[in-house]
């Protein structure tokens, strides 16, 4: 029996009626919804718990759909790059595509939406200079023999990607394929609106409608072999038609060209500096988006029921930190929690009423068969997002998948029931309390708030060799006591640095949007932010930041970062910098002790080679390379293989600080902090709600007159804690323990 | 006593007369030289030897240089990158100068002659918003603040580079600074041509001048601690003047700017994509030098003597590969032989008599001291150079230094007796035949022929990180049976690729001049590639080859490679080709077998890190990252940590082939061999004139009817030799051995 009750939602299926009361009392569980794959009945329905069910706008409709072909969703797909041999070229361009999802759109006009680039000039090719030949697919180009050429060309999407994946990942056989329809068209657009009043009217018990998503999925394609080709959770691929390309025209003032869209092939993958087109067009799918959602959202409303959005799928353009998002009007938005990041990615979603967390292990034969413990990933997700639900907590957390998979694993229930308890316990304690925050902090990327807690993600924060060591930094900062925003660079040319912002971060490989690229050569931007930190401020690279080779440098802001990046033209001068600070305040814990880090731990699992070769206790993870200190007064905090890897550079009244990488650990969420402190130059803010084994954190709440201890670990901790005025206690903690304490007035 | 007589140079000094004729005897030596340090006496000069005698042109005047300082040398220099934290920023603009070497030009009108630069903008400065103040050595800018300025200024050199080096490391004292003066100016052209026809005169017993060397020293420049702060051994820093600069001005019509020298302080480094005012720049020098040079070379001949040129000091303007050396009338040049690189790079010269090398050690303290053993070292660089000469040999070799402190170690003089005897019977051998060469290739860069065998070189061939990787492929071309030609992009261009090359090679890190940058834009070059790799050509990518980004692709030439490099923007692609090739032929060789690599040669001395996490025998030095296969036809040959670091990929009826670095060693050797051959589609080449153990080499002579096996270790060795029809023999070889054998006819 649960010591509270409810913020919980429970999974369940038909006939599970006695089990799932009996879970339902145990996690204290207040909500029931369907899964893929699960039903709920009228018995289940009955029970005295909110209904959830899924809810699908634009697919799972094939009756409709299959009248209505021309409806389709539609993509800009661009064929292999093809050398041409000869005069002549014939470009297959369907090759590399799957035939089952997409087939090419011959009813608009080739010539007028289609492009073929020589992508070896970079030229478009008059369409007089080439023919579709639409009976076989291809496209006969005259060519300039041996340069290469790409055709871009439009296609219907007859597949929804999703129940695509998982009808061939789950063998489904002959099952129809569901047919996604695009609501910019009249007639799919009226459709979406009547099914859902008949709908609401023929399940008058549920509570919650849960859309999975609304109108355009991410973009995910598949190839000739039914496999992934391209997917990127955050891209646009599938909102284009031709309908949109007018009205975006007639909006405005000018057309897009399939090479917006299709941009080199890279498809405006959130790595790409977002060029001016591709900002309007988001804009212009944000706009239509929140216009139809909002529509759907009155209908349940005035169906007296709730609008939930499930943060994935068909999620494209509501961009729940845009501009856009809050005229949807939604209850609810829920999401799946990895990690600390994807917690606070939902929790910090504004003009919700609620959010929830689902959390992982998802009850599926994957992790719950005969011989497997799936405690220990329960326990590695929980205590994983635990510390970023202590600086913004989701509203509700809950599961998914069959609830009679996990009833089968008792230590597994009992796991749950301690959490659910633990997750009531803190949220009573902490929702609408603002943490203390010793730092604010705010991270520079081309995207900034649109896409909040969002950067350095491929597909859904899937582990990738180019992000991981980036990632670390989202992580460690989203269960840090630092008070994080994000900017982009337009926000800082046009109104400058926020008042209170102590570090600004920029961090990515060189040329992308999260360093920011040809941005940093706009010189008012980088006078801006040099000023800034000259009359006080933090700035802190990682990576390549700033990078974009000119001028003589190849980070523009060297001379505040006190380091730059060899790239072959400087080894004419000598460097005479090598001698790294074994003392330094920023490296400090990472002296001595070894943590027990990544044991327990996700996101990133294995230690980059850098530190197989170092026991120094620092860990870059992919690191980088042949960066040098630029100036005497430079502090090298570690230097290896010839090459600086961490180092602070005082430049005014302010602190550039450089870091090669920062994977997720222990050590580098400490690191981290200080390297915030010290660039801020608030050292002294360190051992303030600070606990001194980095397995262990404090969160504090003055406005509510208490604070939590947290043991990060599966194992004991003992740690030194220091108290907001820097009173120290020692603890000992059981492990994953939460430790609430009242604050004490001197 | 030698066994054989002549081509050897002795390096002597006053009073050792009886040691010197019994060391003359011993080592075959038909030349005595002086060195830095030594002289020779009238008995020592009347021994039956050459005499050379170093000759310096442009230092050691101090009583003419100093009635002539206005016709000191001059260079521009870039002053320290200054932020302006206000509207007005002062630049003391000799910070980091060394006040002994370089004073400033207040003489030219600093308005007309220097340059300040906003490098935030990378915008000149009206000279109207600047002052200098003379006597501060500061000019005062009117400044937007938080933009970075330099200022360009000239100085005169008040102190030969070569000279301050040996004053200062040897703690000369209170000896004067020899003052370098510039020969272009009036006076000092004139009193070089006098001072050398008097000097003739005065020295009847000189055979040979040893110019050491004309006019212009490398840059060499010095910061405020007396060390070195930039040096570039190919730089053409000291040849600036505003006489200089004026005359360029009338011959190519329009005016250099100081930008065009300084080039945001990279100084024009040989890793820069040169740009074609630079490249005018130094035909306008070489032009001069080689006219003056002439000159004094027709006083020498003049007087019955030899001119030789030493590759080195103030080799400037020479450039032995360029099109106006032939000019000069040099009888010899002679050069210092650090491996097989810089043996061919002497012995490659044309339009001499002949060339002579400069073996190490140097005969000098830090060398020859009581207690270290200087076999070793002479060893090993006879060794590592003898696999050059045997390709092409130098006519001469020699030695330098204090002679008595060489005859203090007796297995020393041993050693080199056996030495000498060995170059003579194998110069007779091979002189003037041309060697068996399976392959021909053409080192493609921005440089071409004007220096050959010189790319990658920091300083004169020292060790860097950031080289090493792409040194070791010219280590291993120098002493290898294929024919090295050097190509430039304009070369291609213009007369496309020669008929018989078989192999293109284009190595480098990216944007340098040995990969070529923006070169790769061209679309008549990667077209003119394509085609010809496509007709059958071979081409092999090292590092980051055809790299520059633009149009969806980093290596330009990626449809030919097979690989790309992913700098974060195709992350969104699925890359399913990571599957290597274990059988592969390029990789054969590293297979199974360990040779005793690196154990004995330079010049990289560590392997790469990469090697300490790998057994598998690859070595790709600093290697490369985030490598990809394109293609599903790309054979990969290595895959490791989510890279590919070797691959083959064929393209028409020719083929690409990568490798991610190539340090210098015996297996790499191996490995380049046989992806040259693959590259080629000459794979059966590799089993003629080979010898199946790589630390072994055959060099086959057809047209003397001979072939040599060299076993290139410190141990013995046993190997299978393949003759030129494929003939197996097996052989055990001594230590360093060269065994000779008639080539048997069917």
């Known amino acids: 029996m649960a010591e509270s009750m409810g913020r919980v939602t429970l999974p369940s299926e038909a006939g599970f009626l006695k089990e799932t009361r009996e879970i339902m009392e145990r996690w204290g569980a207040d909500a029931l919804r369907d899964s893929d794959g699960t039903k709920l009945d009228e018995e289940l329905k009955a029970l005295d718990a909110k209904i959830y069910t899924t809810y699908f706008v634009a697919r799972g409709h094939n009756e ?12 800009y797909l661009m064929s292999k790059r093809r050398t041409a041999f000869a ?11 799957f035939r089952e999802q997409v087939i090419p759109d011959y009813l608009h006009d080739p010539k007028r939406w289609w492009e ?17 030949d639409p009976a076989r697919h291809v496209v006969r180009i005259t060519a300039v023999p041996f340069h290469e050429y790409t055709v871009s060309f439009l296609v219907y999407a007859i597949w929804d990607p999703t129940q695509m994946y998982n009808h061939i990942t789950n063998d489904w056989g002959d099952r129809p394929h569901e047919i996604p329809f695009d609501v910019r068209q009249s007639s799919s ?6 099914y859902l009043v008949q709908w609401l009217k023929d399940n008058p018990s549920v509570d919650v409608v849960r859309f999975t998503t609304f109108f355009y999925h991410f973009t995910l394609v598949f190839n000739e072999q039914a496999k992934e080709k391209f997917v990127d959770w955050f891209g646009y691929g599938a909102t284009v038609s031709v309908r949109a390309l007018e009205e975006f025209e007639r909006k405005y003032g000018y057309a897009l060209r399939p090479e917006d869209i299709v941009d080199n092939g ?13 900002l309007d067009y988001m804009d212009f799918v944000q706009r239509f988006v929140a216009g139809k959602a909002k529509e759907l959202v009155a209908l349940v409303h005035a169906a007296g029921r709730e609008a939930m959005m499930f943060l994935g799928d068909n999620w494209i353009g509501t961009e729940p930190y845009g501009r856009y998002f809050g005229e949807i009007g939604l209850d609810a938005v829920v999401g799946s929690v990895g990690g600390g ?6 929790s910090e979603i504004p003009h919700v009423k609620y959010t929830e967390g689902r959390f992982l292990p998802y009850f599926f034969p994957d992790t719950f068969y005969d011989g497997n413990d799936p405690v220990p990933e329960a326990r590695k997700d929980w205590i994983t997002a635990r510390r970023a639900i202590m600086r913004k907590p989701v509203d509700r957390i809950g599961y998914g998948g069959y609830l009679s998979l996990a009833y089968r694993f008792p230590a597994f229930v009992d796991f ?11 949220y009573e304690k902490i929702k609408g309390v603002r943490p203390y925050c010793g730092l604010k902090a705010a991270v520079l990327n081309s995207w900034g708030a649109l896409r909040s807690w969002q950067a350095y993600m491929v597909a859904h924060e899937l582990r990738y060799k180019q992000c991981y060591s980036y990632m670390g930094l989202m992580e460690s900062l989203s269960g840090m006591a630092v008070d994080v925003s994000f900017l982009n660079f337009q926000d800082i040319k046009e109104n400058g640095i926020p008042d209170d912002i102590d570090v600004i971060i920029n961090a990515g490989d060189a040329m992308t949007a999260y360093s920011g690229g040809e941005e940093w050569l706009d010189p008012a931007l980088v006078s801006r932010i040099r000023k800034w930190v000259y009359e006080g401020g933090g700035f802190l690279g990682v990576g390549e930041p700033t990078a974009c080779h000119a001028n003589g440098r190849y980070f523009q802001l060297a001379d505040v970062l006190g380091v730059d990046k060899e790239l072959g033209f400087t080894l004419s001068t000598d460097k005479y910098f090598t001698m790294a600070d074994p003392e330094h305040y920023i490296s400090a814990d990472l002296r001595g002790a070894h943590w027990n880090d990544r044991r327990d731990l996700p996101p990133s699992e294995a230690r980059g080679r850098y530190q197989s070769a170092d026991t120094s206790g620092f860990d870059f993870g992919e690191s980088m390379r042949n960066i040098y200190a630029t100036e005497p007064d430079t502090e090298i905090i570690e230097y290896s293989d010839g090459e600086v890897h961490a180092a602070a550079h005082p430049y005014g009244k302010g602190c550039g600080v450089y870091l090669a990488g920062l994977p997720y650990s222990f050590s580098n969420t400490r690191l981290l902090l200080r390297a915030l402190c010290y660039a801020a130059g608030k050292q002294e803010r360190l051992y303030r709600w600070f606990a001194s084994n980095p397995a262990c954190e404090v969160h504090a709440y003055p406005d509510a007159g208490r604070y939590a201890i947290l043991n990060n670990t599966a194992e004991v901790q003992e740690t030194a804690v220091f108290d907001g005025d820097g009173r120290k206690t020692d603890y000992r903690l059981a492990p994953g323990a939460i430790l609430w304490e009242s604050i004490q007035e001197w």
Chains 1, 2 share one sequence.
Not at 64 to 75: D, I, P, R, T, W
Not at 87 to 97: R, W
Request: hydrophobic share 35%; proline share 4%.
């Open 266 to 278: 890279y498809y405006n993958s959130p790595f790409r500096v977002p060029t001016k087109h591709y």
């Open 416 to 426: 749950i029931e301690t959490v659910t308890d633990e997750f009531r316990t803190l």
């Open 87 to 97: 005069e002549e070229l014939e470009v297959s361009f369907m090759d590399g595509y």
């Open 341 to 346: 990041v994807s917690l606070r990615l939902i």
């Open 189 to 194: 657009g009226q459709f979406a609106k009547d």
């Open 116 to 132: 073929v680039i020589d992508r070896t000039t970079g030229e478009v090719v008059p369409v007089g200079q080439w023919e579709v």
């Open 64 to 75: 409709f759909a299959k009248e209505h072909m021309e409806e389709c969703q539609q993509l």
